[in-house]
């Protein structure tokens, strides 16, 4: 039975960070694409950024490139994503996913992944 449990969301003003986490169980963690995608109210699912935990290659949206950080924790099986310079238009539930079928040039569609967490809520204040 395959879980992802997310944490570390909540609510901050614009500027500030916040660190999501991503536990994964009943799931072979390694050599694997994980990824973060957000939702807003009324959009599509997008995403933000996606690492290979196979060797720590990481992949990000052009929207946060600078600003959010994927990194990964193996003998935790855990996923973060660190979320610094946060906008107001940062706001959108965040997901982890894994069980990634696609190609390496598409890691940040959603289409591809198979589990997913059940999310956690980012609110981001101007």
């Known amino acids: 039975h395959v879980q992802l449990v997310e944490s570390g969301g909540g609510s901050v003003q614009a500027g500030g960070s916040l660190r999501l986490s991503c536990a994964a169980s009943g799931y072979t963690y390694s050599s694997k694409f994980m990824g973060w995608f957000r939702q807003a109210p009324g959009k599509e699912r997008e995403g933000v950024a996606a690492?290979?935990?196979?060797?720590?290659?990481?992949y990000y949206a052009d929207s946060v490139k600078g600003r959010f950080i994927i990194s990964q924790d193996n003998a935790k099986n855990t996923v973060y994503l660190q979320m610094n310079s946060l906008k107001p238009e940062d706001t959108a539930m965040y997901y982890c996913?894994?069980?990634?079928?696609?190609?390496?040039?598409?890691?940040?569609?959603?289409?591809?992944?198979?589990?997913w967490g059940q999310g956690t809520q980012v609110t981001v204040s101007s």
């Open positions: 690492i290979y935990t196979g060797d720590g290659r990481t």
């Open positions: 996913a894994a069980d990634y079928g696609g190609s390496w040039y598409e890691v940040l569609l959603h289409e591809h992944y198979n589990y």
